[in-house]
């Protein structure tokens, strides 16, 4: 699918919008707040899991793959939301978990007591070996079938075994079900770790007590796994986004993504979003500033670009729903201006567009204060070692859970989301209101708007496509880069301090857009400048 003139919008489900006053958000909840999407610009909606699931992670842990979870409504619900988008010109994709099922799953319940065609539908072995996943040992022993079954996330979420044919044919018969239903493509979550080494050799990166992500992660086999889904995706015309974190360089990137035998339209990587350097840092107080630099944001976006740009199609974000909030992450949480900066330095580089719920109108971190406010599997776990302050105090800057606080409508009691206190905490500290600023010209919003305009414009579509892009750092405060496509010329300054950038020597000419209402010449703390020769 050609990605010009798409903006994607990821929206974790139960934190969006609550239609129904049970405190958790819900499809209906999606659907009556289409509306606001329009207006924002957005064309794309990625969905976070919706399917029946145990809620172990999240959602991510399937239990049944043909039936909405209660929580968030009905297929019924489903249906009018794809339609209501429809209407609207926005696509939807949803979230497709196909390296894991829930244990609860009738698949495991059938694999556990050895019933075909479901014997070999996981990955089952007497005698375990060292892997480690990413939530520790790798293994788990089943009393039912008498053998340890492998998982790389959550000891509830066993690996599906690929192995199988049967496997991914079940997994294709699901696809095809939601496309015909309606929906406009998938996020593939985890896809990167379908295969795996088919020896299960002992590790020598697990024997020293480290993940060896080379066992299970961006197999050659992946490839194969995918390619009939993509044929698929290609019947319907619909997307197919990939998430390859792991062990993805930009060779395996371009072989994902590329236009001639690609498996995935596009595919995210985990490259920007922890540019700072500082996940593993548990005590941040004395650390003054979070931005990224200069010279590593050119780095890590142009290394994929020269890679991509000729041969496949890129997407840009800042973060989804495992990474923190922009606001709280790299900009300044005191200071609009740092977040339209940096919504402008990177939605006007070549690649598709995709926003974070709430992104757009500048949303916080939650600031928990204890153990029992966090929902994720990771961080209690985390907690229960120790839940001093300063641990909770970490997870608040790191933990996934702080970046899922539902979305910011209005000042009210529950800030629009529900007339009852929210499945998820909303947290302390300053929350941003939607609704008002959509009403005020100068808000982060409408900024955000603008430029979803100048992407959607066809006058602009050679920015995914140019001959040339030079970008440099200016000062080591900020950035500066050129679009060329023929005789069209796009030019942005971005000052990423607080202090003012001076002595450019910048040409007045066809500003197209800033997010300061004057440009003298020189760029405010956190001033960005768009310019055009047309």
């Known amino acids: 699918m050609n990605i010009n003139g798409l903006i ?56 049944d793959y043909y039936s909405v979870d209660k929580r968030y409504g009905t297929i019924d619900d489903l249906k009018e939301l794809l339609d209501e988008a429809h209407k609207r010109g926005i696509k939807i994709i949803m979230d497709f978990v196909m390296n894991h099922t829930s244990d609860e799953h009738e698949w495991f319940e059938l694999s556990r007591k050895r019933i075909e065609p479901y014997n070999d539908f996981y990955i089952w072995r007497d005698k375990p070996n060292n892997w480690i996943g990413f939530a520790g ?28 044919p049967m496997v991914l044919s079940s997994m294709l018969e699901v696809a095809e079900y939601y496309l015909k239903l309606g929906i406009d493509g998938f996020r593939l979550d985890a896809v990167s770790h379908l295969a795996k080494e088919k020896t299960f050799r002992n590790s020598l990166k697990c024997k020293k007590g480290e993940i060896d992500t080379n066992k299970y992660s961006n197999r050659k086999e992946v490839f194969e796994y995918l390619r009939p889904l993509k044929k698929l995706s290609e019947k319907y015309n619909a997307i197919i986004v990939g998430e390859v974190g792991g062990n993805a360089g930009t060779r395996l990137l371009k072989k994902f993504t590329n236009y001639k035998d690609g498996v995935m339209d596009i595919a995210f990587t985990f490259n920007q979003t922890w540019m700072n350097d500082m996940y593993g840092i548990e005590d941040a107080s004395n650390i003054k500033g979070k931005m990224f630099t ?33 606001a709280s992450h790299y900009g300044d949480e005191n200071n609009p201006y ?92 300053c929350h941003q209101v939607a609704l008002k600023q959509l009403n005020d010209e100068s808000s982060l919003f409408n900024f955000y708007r603008k430029i979803i305009e100048i992407r959607k414009s066809e006058e602009f579509y050679f920015i995914n496509h140019p001959d ?35 002595n450019l020597k910048i040409d007045k000419k066809n500003l197209l857009i800033s997010n300061f209402s004057t440009f003298s010449g020189n760029l405010e703390p956190y001033q960005i400048v768009v310019f055009t020769n047309f």
């Open 137 to 164: 040992d790798a293994w788990k022993y089943d009393d039912v079938r008498k053998q340890y079954y492998f998982h790389i996330f959550n000891e509830h979420q066993p690996d599906l075994n690929y192995q199988n």
């Open 294 to 326: 200069p010279k590593r944001f050119i780095h890590e976006y142009m290394n994929i670009y020269k890679a991509l740009h000729k041969n496949s199609q890129m997407v840009n974000y800042w973060l989804n729903h495992d990474h923190p909030r922009l």
């Open 468 to 502: 040339k892009l030079i970008m440099k750092p200016v000062q080591d405060k900020g950035i500066y880069y050129k679009i060329v496509k023929g005789n069209k010329v796009l030019e942005v300054y971005v000052n990423l301090t607080d202090t003012y950038l001076q």
């Open 338 to 429: 740092s977040l339209s900066a940096l919504a402008g330095l990177l939605y006007l580089l070549p690649g598709m567009p995709f926003i974070y719920y709430g992104e757009e109108i500048g949303m916080h971190n939650i600031e928990y204060t204890s153990i029992d406010e966090f929902h994720d599997a990771y961080a209690i776990e985390y907690l229960k070692e120790d839940d001093s302050l300063k641990r909770v105090k970490h997870l608040n800057r790191v933990n996934r859970d702080s970046s899922r606080g539902v979305m910011e409508w209005d000042s009210g009691k529950y800030l629009g989301f529900s007339d009852v206190v929210p499945f998820r905490s909303i947290g302390k500290g």
């Open 8 to 63: 994607g919008y990821e929206i974790f489900v139960e934190s969006f919008y609550d239609s129904n006053n049970d405190g958790i958000g819900d499809l209906k909840g999606i659907s009556l707040k289409l509306d606001y999407l329009k207006t924002l610009g957005v064309t794309l909606l990625w969905l976070t899991p919706f399917n029946s699931s145990p809620q172990v992670d999240n959602g991510y842990d399937v239990n």
